[in-house]
């Protein structure tokens, strides 16, 4: 279902991605097009190397964040919220432009303290249940759980098409399913924590090929 | 509302095709409540009208049973070159519609 792009219900959201790329907004009446051009070519690669860290404001920033910070800093528009159609539909068409190619993390002086946060939250034990991300996702991949196969918890998919949310969703919600599946404390989309633990996951899927649209049950 | 239409783009006098639809569409069932418990209202592409050269060569009612982002996927016999028109409507009332141009040798 994944890899026929048509059975794939996610490319409906790469296509709604392409269209907004295309769409002027804000008062400069500037569009994505307008500065970056072709996806095909400017956005290749891309998100191999995202999250990263905005030399401007010296955050670390994922593809969702990026989007917003042109919306912000070069279209002089509203950002769009975390989880909204029209930047998951963006952010999957940034993301779809480097499908097949591997992620390629470097951890380095300016993001190794992000990158630091997110493998001690990976680690940690956390909710209710008292079980860290490393507990399900390194030492008992492969197993059930219910009706689930505990996959690595690789997020090289993202955005994705879950057929149990009927919809389309970012790496973020997965996360807050996860924390709810431990009964831990459900940080928001978008939050520094999740950007940290985003790092830390694409560090720990280096070299896999991103698959953007995934299709998840 | 967002539509991908797939058919070949070119086909034989006579030959069976494939021609598929895929709509980005809720389709709300209107048992789900809301995060306030208020049911959230019914909301399908209730009916689909596919036209081949202005005759109609497919049609289909759609309720609550189908899943949201409804793919959907039919035969027909290649016969002239011209246009092949989807049109279809949703308990909201908002109309949609994609087409797709097909060439016919032979």
């Excluded at chain 2, 209202?41 to 202005?54: A, D, E, F, H, T």
């Amino acid at each position: 279902m994944q890899s026929d792009d048509f059975s794939n219900p996610g490319m409906l959201w790469v296509a709604r991605g392409e269209k907004l790329w295309m769409t002027p907004a804000g008062g400069s009446g500037k569009s994505c097009a307008t500065c970056h051009t072709e996806a095909s070519q400017g956005m290749k690669g891309v998100a191999t190397r995202y999250p990263a860290m905005d030399p401007g404001s010296a955050r670390l920033v994922n593809i969702e964040g990026r989007i917003n910070l042109c919306r912000a800093r070069h279209q002089q528009v509203e950002a769009f919220q975390y989880e909204s159609e029209e930047l998951l539909a963006l952010t999957a068409y940034v993301a779809h432009q480097s499908r097949g190619m591997p992620v390629k993390i470097e951890i380095d002086a300016q993001n190794r303290r992000h990158f630091d946060r997110g493998r001690d939250l990976y680690n940690r034990r956390i909710g209710q249940m008292n079980l860290s991300c490393a507990q399900c996702h390194d030492q008992n991949w492969g197993k059930k759980l219910l009706t689930d196969t505990i996959s690595q918890g690789h997020g090289n998919a993202y955005p994705i098409y879950r057929l149990e949310w009927q919809n389309a969703g970012s790496l973020h919600r997965r996360f807050r399913n996860c924390l709810y599946g431990v009964r831990a404390e459900l940080l928001p989309a978008g939050s520094a924590e999740f950007l940290d633990l985003e790092l830390f996951l694409a560090w720990r899927a280096r070299g896999l090929p991103l698959e953007t649209p995934g299709v998840r049950r | 509302m967002l539509a991908i239409v797939l058919i070949p783009r070119e086909a034989r006098r006579g030959e069976i095709i494939p021609i598929r639809i895929a709509i980005q569409h809720p389709m709300e069932t209107g048992f789900r409540p809301d995060n306030f418990g208020r049911r959230i209202p019914k909301n399908v592409i209730n009916s689909l009208v596919c036209r081949y050269n202005g005759v109609e060569i497919f049609r289909a009612e759609m309720g609550s049973g189908i899943a949201a982002n409804p793919q959907l996927q039919f035969y027909t016999v290649a016969q002239k070159s011209g246009d092949i028109i989807f049109e279809w409507v949703d308990d909201a009332g908002q109309a949609g519609g994609e087409r797709a141009a097909l060439t016919v040798s032979g």
